[in-house]
């Protein structure tokens, strides 16, 4: 069977009833700026058309024609060899998703069919399609950094459960792994857009949108590109921040469980910069920056301790 091709799709869609309201209003806007997709429109409707009007076509009247059990037969053949039509039409053009995981402890960098590039942080997953058709769609878990290629007449937009974001081209990351969800951008610009309202908020380059779900509060702030996203290049950067706000980036990266009893010690400041270091390098790094002894409990789980404690 023939490959239908993607303004047919959207002709087919559109007759069969198949757009969302939205869609639907985008379309009729591209049927009166493209006329190659009017005449294909054209020609489906008529397709379209000549059914409708063959089924409403009373019995009696057919009869002079065709037997009544002639008529039937014809329209059951008619019925099935649409819905064959449509359903090899849809499978041929709908493409094949990925589903890729990058396991705690780990990054993957990985390039879209756009040639966008996705960095996906430790504990995230991202599933997408082999070929983008007329939207540029993903599903994010967790926390990814974008580097969108620009492409005005097909937007990008990042699905998470709560929210989406839109861009058309940019570099930004977004983080839906706690109940505080964030979006920051680094170049460009982005929509910010909740599902259940469809409130729109609009970022710019160095701002960072804050979504406390808990209260439904959100807010925007500037952030440092260097600090935030340094994890993109294999760096755990701690900007002189409490240990207790340390062990959430720690943990994720090294995909390890370390532990802190003593009050004291979590309120501690702690800065470093670990680029590229195993779990056993950065041990003894931390030990020597912090100047605390670390003890392995058992498998992945770690207890750091003041050495005066001993």
């Not at 069977?1 to 559109?14: A, P, T």
């Not at 009833?17 to 493209?34: H, Y």
């Not at 054209?42 to 009696?60: A, G, H, R």
């Not at 019925?79 to 780990?106: D, R, Y």
Request: hydrophobic share 40%; with cysteine; charged share 25%.
């Amino acid at each position: 069977m023939k490959k239908i091709n993607k303004k047919e799709l959207k002709c087919i869609r559109y007759l069969a009833g198949e757009m969302s309201l939205e869609d639907r209003s985008v379309f009729e806007i591209e049927l009166s700026l493209d006329e190659t997709l009017r005449e294909i429109f054209d020609n489906y409707k008529s397709v379209w058309e000549q059914y409708d009007t063959e089924k409403s076509i009373p019995i009696s009247f057919q009869e002079k024609t065709l037997s009544h059990k002639n008529v039937m037969l014809a329209s059951a053949t008619a019925v099935v060899g649409i819905v064959l039509f449509f359903c090899f039409s849809w499978f041929s053009v709908t493409p094949k998703w990925n589903h890729i995981i990058a396991e705690n402890g780990q990054r993957k960098t990985l390039f879209l069919s756009d040639s966008s590039k996705v960095i996906l942080n430790a504990g995230s997953s991202l599933s997408f399609p082999e070929e983008f058709t007329d939207y540029r769609e993903v599903k994010l878990t967790g926390e990814a950094y974008f580097e969108i290629s620009k492409d005005a007449a097909h937007p990008f937009i990042v699905n998470s459960t709560d929210f989406k974001v839109k861009v058309l081209g940019t570099q930004f990351s977004v983080n839906n792994a706690y109940a505080k969800k964030e979006v920051a951008l680094k170049e460009g610009a982005v929509e910010f857009i909740q599902n259940n309202n469809n409130d729109k908020i609009t970022l710019s380059p160095g701002e960072r949108l804050i979504w406390d779900t808990a209260n439904n509060q959100v807010h925007k702030e500037s952030f440092n590109p260097k600090v935030e996203l340094a994890w993109t290049t294999n760096t755990l950067l701690l900007d002189n921040i409490l240990f207790r706000n340390a062990l959430k980036d720690i943990n994720q990266f090294y995909g390890v469980s370390f532990v802190i009893k003593n009050s004291g010690l979590l309120d501690q400041h702690i800065t470093g910069i670990f680029k590229d270091e195993n779990l056993n390098d950065f041990i003894h790094s931390l030990e020597f920056i912090a100047d605390v002894e670390i003890e392995e409990l058992q498998d992945k789980i770690f207890l750091i301790k003041s050495k005066q404690n001993d």
